[in-house]
């Protein structure tokens, strides 16, 4: 409804605009939807109020140790699994100081996934997490979190908001309003093409710039 125009959306605007107050996630959104279909009103109501407030890792990254990379989301080709996945691969193959944590519900082809999953002795799957307290350990078990949605319309995703909050570094690509949730411009992959190389230059930069921990504490 905020990219394509809807008439139905219209007529509802329309009919219920004294009465009804809108809520949007973000003032982007809420501009795009005012512009598309008139003056409405409306609040926002950021995702993040979701969040608990907690006291997140302090995180010093050590450049020749073990990094950990992680995702926790609905496990989809469209929220980044398969990407994910490769990027585990190339990192095995160059004999990388990366590890891998991942979980989450395995929502299409579970077998096929699974059998993937298994091949790679750098991955450690947790399946479904659900209790607060295990999700916080999932966080501060992991450096970067590697959410490469391919839904161009993301709009505020709670494990990002989630994962900033417990200070992991996020890498994501630009899609939708993520952007306003990442901490540095430099923690978005804008070449689809080369998706390892591009998580390997982020990461790698952040150490050469000795930048780890501000970019955890920027994060929450």
């Not at 605009?17 to 959104?29: D, H, P, T, V």
């Not at 095995?92 to 082809?109: D, Q, R, T, Y």
């Not at 999953?117 to 992991?142: D, M, R, T, V």
């Amino acid at each position: 409804k905020l990219y394509e125009y809807d008439m139905k959306s219209k007529i509802i605007q329309l009919l219920s605009r004294y009465e009804i107050e809108n809520i949007f996630l973000n003032k982007n959104e809420a501009s795009k939807f005012l512009k598309k279909y008139g003056k409405i009103k409306y609040r926002v109501i950021s995702n993040s109020v979701f969040i608990n407030k907690i006291d997140p890792k302090k995180r010093e990254i050590q450049k020749n140790g073990t990094i950990k990379l992680g995702l926790i989301s609905n496990l989809t080709r469209e929220k980044g699994l398969d990407d994910f996945l490769n990027i585990a691969k190339k990192s095995l193959k160059e004999k990388n100081l990366w590890e891998f944590e991942l979980a989450g519900p395995l929502l299409n082809n579970r077998s096929f996934y699974l059998n993937q999953i298994k091949s790679l002795k750098n991955i450690k799957y947790h399946g479904q997490i659900l209790e607060e307290n295990k999700k916080i350990q999932f966080f501060n078990n992991i450096d970067f979190f590697i959410f490469l949605t391919s839904h161009q319309h993301e709009s505020e995703p709670l494990v990002i908001l989630e994962a900033i909050s417990n200070g992991c570094i996020p890498i994501t690509f630009n899609r939708g309003s993520i952007i306003k949730l990442i901490p540095n411009s430099r923690l978005i992959i804008k070449n689809d093409k080369d998706i390892y190389n591009s998580v390997k230059k982020i990461i790698d930069d952040t150490f050469s710039k000795r930048e780890s921990r501000k970019l955890s504490n920027l994060a929450f």
